[in-house]
């Protein structure tokens, strides 16, 4: 028999089961949703599960979902650099030039990470390394904005003009000298990029270098035959000079204003 602490032991436990609140299960994610999960991260068994399913159950064109922002699978598997999932995806069906709410083709997301092997995959399969999404940005404009020097080396050999300007008149070397890319300002000046071409605002790559402070590249751009640019005025009348010292004095940053006054005085 029992003894009697066992019995309120029993008794205490049943009280407290009693008492716990039943958390309801949870619920299966809907199918289309666990196939995104899939191919965001990366689990090419479990995908091609989930497609096989979606096949059964009559759910078509399962290989060219979006996710919550737009943005379709074959983006997200280049994005990734993942090319089992690239070639899951395209062999069930996936547009290899799909584009994403900003107009970018899945070769787009490939070059801004600066991925060859899913680039390579992707022009296997149709991707067009002239494809240009609503801002005007090609595959070379991505990489020279990520400083992704390899690729833009492979693009140029499969054809890609360093040149290309994107809607805003702005070429791949304007980026790299905004986003102060000395490298791959450099390798774009080996490779014929025009340092005298002007955009929409009439503003050369070295007013945007100026604008910016990124003393490295306005460097890169004297160094290379620039300098007869210090007094071409943009749009709003102002030199690469006057812009690099409209911003010092305007900046608050103490330690930015120091870097603008560098500029200022080694640009004069």
């Not at 995806?89 to 083709?105: C, F, M, T």
């Not at 020097?149 to 000298?177: E, F, M, N, Q, T």
Request: proline share 6%; hydrophobic share 40%; net charge neutral.
């Amino acid at each position: 028999l029992p003894t009697s602490a066992t019995l309120e032991t029993s008794q205490v436990e049943l009280a407290i089961e009693a008492a716990t609140p039943q958390l309801p299960p949870v619920p299966e994610l809907p199918l289309k949703q666990q196939i995104i999960n899939a191919c965001k991260q990366g689990n090419i068994e479990q995908l091609e599960n989930l497609l096989d399913r979606a096949a059964r159950e009559n759910i078509d064109d399962a290989a060219n979902l979006k996710d919550e922002g737009e943005f379709p699978l074959l983006h997200w598997a280049a994005l990734n650099d993942n090319v089992p999932i690239i070639e899951c995806l395209i062999n069930r069906g996936a547009h290899v030039r799909i584009k994403n709410g900003r107009g970018e083709e899945p070769l787009a997301w490939a070059a801004l990470r600066g991925h060859r092997r899913a680039s390579a995959a992707l022009l296997r399969h149709g991707a067009s390394e002239e494809a240009i999404d609503d801002r005007g940005y090609s595959v070379m404009h991505h990489a020279s904005q990520n400083n992704h020097v390899h690729l833009l080396d492979y693009y140029r050999r499969r054809g890609c003009d360093v040149d290309r300007p994107d809607s805003k008149g702005r070429a791949p070397i304007h980026w790299a000298c905004y986003m102060n890319h000395e490298r791959t300002a450099e390798w774009l000046v080996r490779k014929g990029a025009d340092i005298h071409r002007k955009d929409v605002e009439n503003c050369t790559p070295l007013h945007w270098a100026a604008i910016k402070g990124t003393y490295k590249t306005v460097k890169v751009l004297i160094r290379n035959g620039a300098a007869d640019l210090l007094d071409m005025p943009d749009i709003t009348g102002m030199t690469p000079v006057q812009l690099a010292a409209d911003k010092a004095a305007k900046v608050n940053d103490p330690t930015m204003r120091v870097k603008y006054r560098k500029l200022v005085d080694y640009l004069r």
